[in-house]
């Protein structure tokens, strides 16, 4: 299992959920981030800032607290998960997604999925270092790819241009991202914690959509081997293909197998959607 599903699951065994509503909170998450911006890669963050917090003298149930409360804001401000990532992006590649904490291959149901389609214009949403992004530029399209992960992004260009591609690679999140309308062909999500449970999402990616664009998508489900928390979005068994009721699902299934951020074993969902 890479190291963020990893410090994810234990930090949400490790705090069980608990009413928060301190009006320090905003202090409590800035403090966090000086400190995580500067921490070593490695273990669980959230409980390494509480034992720091505890050398400083805070008692173990103020450290709880305000440990709680991290969990509850990563799951609600992208800036703490932008620099987990930034942080996994700024150690060199092995090539191997166990070590490294990341896939750098292409997904191969995104390769399965575009196989045989006409190169238009293509949207890759939380295209990470932009493995998918560029597979998809190398085969014709004029792609469009966003992260919240400034290393992320840079790297994405630094390939690109490196292999002689364009793409053009914006910094933003899901929710300062400007999809458009009738604007892409496809779109990929794979593994990229999207929103989908929220129905204005779903009727934002449908509308960006041109007529007959289709969603590639693939991400964790949850089960009692991986309890992903809530920050990493994963999906309940049956539940995505209601989340796009609206669209045609050409190809939808759960297998077990190894996830972008993952170990072996993984629940996963796949599904091809066309609007």
């Avoid at 238009?120 to 998809?136: F, H, K, S, V």
């Avoid at 793409?167 to 062909?185: L, P």
């Avoid at 779109?187 to 999402?201: L, Q, R, S």
Wanted: charged residues 25%.
């Amino acid at each position: 299992m890479t190291h963020i599903c990893r410090f994810l699951i234990l930090a949400f065994v490790w705090l069980s959920p608990q009413v928060q509503g301190p009006a320090d909170s905003d202090q409590i998450w800035k403090d966090f981030l000086t400190w995580f911006r500067a921490a070593p890669l490695g273990g669980n963050p959230v409980q390494a800032y509480a034992a720091e917090l505890q050398k400083k003298g805070i008692s173990p149930e103020e450290s709880r607290r305000q440990s709680e409360t991290i969990m509850r804001l990563l799951a609600e401000r992208p800036e703490g998960v932008a620099v987990l990532y930034d942080k996994t992006y700024s150690r060199p590649a092995t090539g191997n997604p166990e070590e490294d904490g990341f896939a750098s291959a292409p997904s191969a149901f995104l390769m399965e999925a575009a196989r045989g389609l006409k190169p238009a214009a293509a949207l890759d949403a939380a295209m990470g270092q932009g493995r998918n992004a560029l597979y998809l530029a190398q085969a014709g399209w004029k792609v469009t790819g966003f992260d919240i992960s400034e290393l992320g992004i840079s790297a994405a260009r630094a390939s690109a241009e490196k292999q002689g591609l364009h793409i053009n690679a914006v910094k933003a999140s899901y929710d300062t991202f400007d999809f458009g309308a009738d604007q892409w062909d496809l779109i990929v999500m794979t593994f990229a914690w999207a929103p989908v449970a929220d129905p204005g999402f779903v009727r934002r990616i449908r509308a960006s959509l041109r007529k007959e664009g289709i969603v590639v998508f693939e991400h964790f489900i949850r089960d009692a081997r991986h309890p992903y928390p809530d920050l990493v979005r994963p999906l309940e068994p049956g539940q995505l293909k209601n989340y796009f009721s609206g669209f045609q699902i050409e190809r939808y299934e759960e297998v077990d197998g190894l996830g972008d951020w993952g170990g072996p074993g993984s629940r996963l969902v796949r599904m091809i959607a066309r609007k």
